[in-house]
């Protein structure tokens, strides 16, 4: 791999890293309510969930770092179906979709799982390349 593709590759890992920081920070923010959720009550925001969230998007930011084939792949699936499932609960609820919270956590997590594919799609040229 050439320098411009090892830079390329290396920018592509350290964004999807932050993404997922920042994915990880606006979970931290809904709980504490600074980014606001549309009208959710207090009942349907349940303050552990969320918790539990943050801390998967820290690790998996960190996880990130291994460049571990599998963990990415497991990571871009559990990221896509967090995505999913956001949108199908809450399709019905444009004011939780269009809140802050809802923009800034689901901007990220989409921007994420663009740059997870992208890291797995040069690491996977790159395996390619080195068995030839």
Not at 45 to 72: E, M, S
Not at 92 to 121: C, H, N, T, W
Request: net charge positive; hydrophobic share 55%.
């Amino acid at each position: 791999m050439n320098s411009l593709q090892s830079t390329n590759h290396a920018r592509g890992m350290w964004t999807a890293v932050a993404l997922a920081l920042i994915a990880s920070l606006s979970y931290v923010l809904m709980a504490l309510n600074v980014l606001g959720v549309g009208d959710l009550q207090v009942g349907e925001k349940p303050i552990n969930i969320i918790f539990v969230a943050a801390g998967c998007y820290l690790l998996g930011g960190l996880l990130i770092l291994t460049r571990n084939r599998w963990l990415l792949l497991f990571g871009a699936f559990i990221n896509l179906m967090v995505i999913l499932f956001f949108f199908n609960l809450y399709q019905d609820r444009p004011a939780v979709i269009f809140s802050p919270g809802g923009l800034v956590s689901k901007i990220a997590q989409i921007l994420l799982e663009v740059a997870l594919v992208y890291v797995m799609a040069v690491n996977w040229k790159k395996a390619k390349n080195e068995t030839q």
